[in-house]
């Protein structure tokens, strides 16, 4: 059933605490093995319609490839590393720390006679907001990389440094926090990461100052933040709600506390 103004993906996206799964036994195969890893590069042979060669990561939401006539394949990765390997066998020739999580292609071009590859860098849209933050940034900005044969060496980017935390007291009662989470993890988790924990794109709220959670009910509820982004949600969650999420974020700021 259509929501309007909700995320109508056709599956749930709170916490299916209350959820009833399958047997796995009940389930069938889907349309190949399992991966072995997160995320991987795959050099696909057509012909004998399995891969030629394979490098694993241990991270995912990686960029596009740029391969070229001199047996280069060229790729960027979450973690923010660019990495040339042999187009033939996989061998990794060359890498390089850019500092934030890659999500474009590379592209290449000649002028004068020199051969340059660039790749815009940058951690951002629907799958940086929601997936964790593997070049552990916070809030850097993108950039645009060029490089050639025998060029200078890069400064990787930088971001911010995270807020310090203090105490902020919250209700910490089970059927509050169980209720937060569950809101949370239907309304807020696609822009604000999987357990309150950012993507490192935008603010990580378990961050967020004494004056942003004075202020929580009129930026959730009337939209006092519409302006940069986060609109009113009000429509959407109830005043019991949305102090219900303000306090489950609260519970995971004091657990990082406690650490």
Not at 200 to 217: E, K, N
Request: with cysteine; glycine share 14%.
């Amino acid at each position: 059933m259509h929501e309007p103004e909700g995320w109508n993906l056709g599956v749930e996206l709170g916490t299916l605490a209350n959820e009833q799964f399958r047997a796995d036994n009940e389930y069938i195969g889907g349309a190949g093995p399992r991966t072995r890893s997160p995320g991987a590069l795959i050099a696909w042979d057509p012909i004998a319609r399995q891969p030629r060669w394979q490098v694993d990561y241990d991270f995912s939401i990686n960029g596009g490839t740029l391969s070229t006539a001199g047996n280069l394949v060229f790729q960027g990765g979450a973690d923010g590393v660019f990495r040339a390997f042999a187009a033939d066998d996989g061998e990794l020739l060359w890498q390089s720390d850019l500092g934030v999580g890659i999500m474009a292609a590379p592209m290449t071009y000649e002028m004068d006679g020199v051969q340059y590859v660039s790749v815009l860098v940058g951690w951002g849209g629907s799958s940086g907001l929601l997936g964790p933050n593997y070049d552990g940034e916070y809030k850097p900005q993108g950039r645009l990389w060029t490089f050639r044969l025998d060029g200078g060496e890069i400064i990787p980017v930088r971001g911010q440094a995270l807020p310090e935390l203090t105490a902020i007291p919250f209700d910490n009662s089970p059927d509050v926090i169980a209720l937060g989470a569950d809101k949370y993890a239907g309304n807020c988790v696609l822009c604000h990461g999987q357990g309150g924990v950012s993507g490192g794109a935008i603010a990580d709220l378990r961050y967020a100052s004494q004056a942003t959670y004075d202020s929580f009910m009129s930026i959730v509820r009337d939209g006092a933040y519409a302006a940069i982004g986060m609109q009113a949600q009000g429509h959407v969650l109830s005043d019991a709600e949305i102090d219900a999420v303000k306090n489950y974020l609260l519970s995971l700021r004091a657990g990082l506390m406690a650490q």
